[in-house]
């Protein structure tokens, strides 16, 4: 794994292994002859066998079975986070997974607009109630540090500002917390950096900033 252009580079066998995935996810969709969807569902497999033995697992079939709940057409995942300003101080939550912070979001779920997840998201994940200001960045998360993954993810960062509730604990997290920019608590890359963090600040204090993206 290297770095380009200040971006961390997945390990060739990641990108051929999700390359490979997807070819085999359209061909199952698309394809009606059943020998064709039989070379496919081996090609899928074949996938997930390069990125377990690229990753150190000794079995593939967990990522086999991830890859087969995909369906449709192949496209990238969108993850949205929120970043929520009390005056200068920003909104992090604890993840019970790893015990890191990151901003409040997740994954955007089939039937809601981005805007409302994002709001969702929040209060869910931190008792708090906002309003959104604005689309401060859409990102590819391949090319902001963040350590690799099995698929291939787009990032949407708002901007959001306090308007009510309190901090309390859900499912998935296990705190919640305001911070300053020169004290954040340790963060769970997998989600969020602390560049992108900074960029946040940059938006916040200058509302007229237009969206950023890759």
Do not use: C
Not at 2 to 18: E, F, I, S, Y
Not at 82 to 89: I, N, P, S, Y
């Amino acid at each position: 794994m290297g770095w380009q252009n200040g971006a961390m580079q997945n390990p060739r066998w990641l990108d051929l292994a999700r390359r490979f995935q997807a070819l085999a996810q359209i061909g199952l969709t698309y394809s009606k002859d059943p020998y064709d969807q039989q070379r496919y569902e081996e090609l899928q497999g074949l996938a997930a066998e390069m990125m377990a033995r690229g990753a150190g697992l000794d079995d593939a079939a967990p990522l086999h079975n991830l890859f087969k709940k995909d369906a449709g057409y192949a496209t990238p995942k969108i993850d949205i986070r929120t970043a929520v300003f009390d005056r200068d101080l920003i909104l992090l939550v604890k993840e019970r997974e790893d015990g890191l912070w990151t901003l409040p979001g997740g994954w955007a779920d089939v039937g809601e607009s981005p805007g409302i997840g994002a709001v969702r998201e929040v209060k869910e994940e931190s008792g708090y109630e906002i309003v959104l200001k604005k689309l401060a960045a859409v990102y590819d998360r391949e090319k902001h540090g963040h350590p690799p993954m099995a698929y291939h993810v787009y990032k949407l960062f708002f901007v959001g500002e306090l308007t009510g509730g309190k901090a309390e604990s859900s499912i998935e997290t296990s705190g919640a917390e305001f911070f300053r920019e020169d004290e954040l608590p340790p963060l769970s890359i997998g989600r969020v950096t602390a560049a992108q963090i900074k960029h946040m600040f940059g938006h916040h204090r200058n509302p007229e900033w237009p969206t950023s993206f890759d």
